[in-house]
C-alpha cells in the first residue's frame, strides 16, 4: 500500500463543488471514477478542502492509498485520460503513510477576480466577475488589510457553518491590478485579482470578504469598516456573499515532502 | 441613414462559424438579431472577412447601414444586453457611408496558438491545441520565414476554394514563446503563438500553414521545405489542416478613420 499524493485543477463551473454528495456531478466523483478505471480500486480520495460549485481551482491537493502497481510517474498522464477535459491532474508523488492533504495543509491561498473595464473579457468569463463603475482600489486593499491575523472570522462565514471555531489566521491579503487589457482613452480599471492567504477558510469566507470590499471599493462603507464588520462576529454585518465563479483555490502549501 | 463600423470578439467553440449559412447558429445571425431589437431594423452586417466554425476573435471588424436615432457611444452596451456572452461588441463610430469592413481592410493577423507543456492548460483549452512532444521551434521560425512576400498560396488554401487568384502578401510571420506556465524540471516549451500578418488569407490558409509547420517541428520537414511546399502550388505537398481551436483573428487594420 502506498500513499499518492497529486494536484489537480479544474473549472468548476459545469460541477456541484469538489465534494462528492448525494446529487452527483462532483469533481471528486470523476477523480475516483479516474482512478477506478485506471487501477480498479473503489476508494475515497482526501482532498485540502472542498470548493463550492462553481469555484475553480488552480491547485488543489489530494491523497490517497492505493494497492495498485502502476509506477508514480505514470499515474497523472493515464488519469488525464479517463477525465473530463476541465479536470487535470498534473503532479503525483508518494507520500508518507500518515499524510493527510487536510491537516498537513499549511498555508492556502485563494484569488478573486474581478474585471473592472468596461467591457466583460469574454474569453476568461467563466474566471472573473464583470463590475464597472469606478471602484476604489485603494480602499479595497486598506480594508483588506484589516483582516489579517488570528481573527474570529464568524461575521465572514455561512450562517450554515457547523465549525466549532471561527478563528483562523489570515497571514496576508494582498491586490494585483492587471492593466494590460485597459483600452486607452476609458474608465477601463483593468483585472482587480484580490489574494488571500491563510491557515484555513470557514465556508464562504472568501466570497463574503470580497462581497464585502467590494461594497468599500464602490465608496458604499469606509475601509476602516472593516475592523467593525470583523469584531462584530456577525454575518449580518457583512456584505453579500460575492459570485463563486470569480473564486479559484491558487496554492496550498506543505511544510514536507507533500509540497507541491 | 449613417454607416457604422464596431469591433467584436467571439469564442467561436459553440457556433458555425462567423457567416451566415442555411444551418444557423453563426456569429452574424446573433450580431443581426441583436440589432434588431435594439433598433427594429432587419439588416445585414458586412464583416472584414469570414471565420471558420470553431474559430475565434479577439477583434473581428464589420459595419452596417442604419436609419437608427441611438447615438454611437450607446450601441456596444445595447447589443451587448442582447447578446450571448461569448459575443461582446466594444467599439462603435460612424465611418464614412463609402466604407466597406472588407474592402477596405489593409492589413490582417491571425495568432494560432499551440500548448507544447506536458498537460493541458485546462482555463485556455478551448482557445489551443495541445502539442507534447519535443518541438523546434527555431527550424518552425525559419520555415515560416519562407512565406513572408507576395506570393501563390494555392498550397495552403483549401481545395475547395473559389478565389480567382491564390496572390496573397504576407507581410510578417513570426512566433512569441509563453514560458511564464512551463514546470521546472521538465521538457515543457510553454505556449507558442505563432501570428501571420497579410493584406488577406485563403480559405483555411492559416490552419494549413501551421499543420505544415508543426510537421517541420516535430522534424519531419526540414524548414526549406516550406519553400518548396509553397512553390508546389498544390494543397497536396502541404501537411494536414490543424484544429480550428487554436485559431484567433487577431487584428485587423485600416487607413482611414475606421482604424480601430
Known sequence: ?????????????DYNGFQTQPGGHTIQDYLEEAIRR????????????????????????????TA????????????NTWLPEDIVVSDAMEV?????????????????????NQYPDLFNRRYQIHHYGKLDIDAMQ???????GTHDYTTFASRKSTKPSHVRTIF??????DTSMCRPGTRDQGIIHTYVSGNGFLQHMVR?????????????????????????????AAGPTAMGKGLMLWEVEYNIAGNV
Request: hydrophobic residues 40%.
Open 142 to 148: 486598506q480594508g483588506l488589510t484589516h483582516l489579517i
Open 68 to 79: 495498485s502497481p502502476v509506477p508514480v510517474e505514470r499515474w497523472c498522464m493515464a488519469l
Open 172 to 177: 496576508d491579503a494582498w491586490i494585483e491590478q
Open 208 to 236: 463574503i470578504i470580497m462581497g464585502t470590499l467590494l461594497e468599500v471599493g464602490e465608496g458604499k462603507r469606509h475601509p476602516d469598516d472593516m475592523l467593525v464588520i470583523l469584531e462584530a462576529k456577525n454575518r449580518a
Open 38 to 65: 485506471l487501477s480498479g480500486e473503489q476508494l475515497k480520495i482526501t482532498a485540502s478542502g472542498r470548493t463550492d460549485a462553481g469555484v475553480h481551482a488552480r491547485a488543489q491537493v489530494f491523497n490517497f492509498y
Open 1 to 13: 500500500m502506498r500513499n499518492l499524493l497529486m494536484k489537480v485543477s479544474y473549472d468548476g463551473t
Open 96 to 116: 508518507p503513510m500518515e499524510f493527510h492533504s487536510r491537516h498537513a495543509a499549511k498555508r492556502k491561498t485563494y484569488r478573486y477576480s474581478i474585471n473592472a
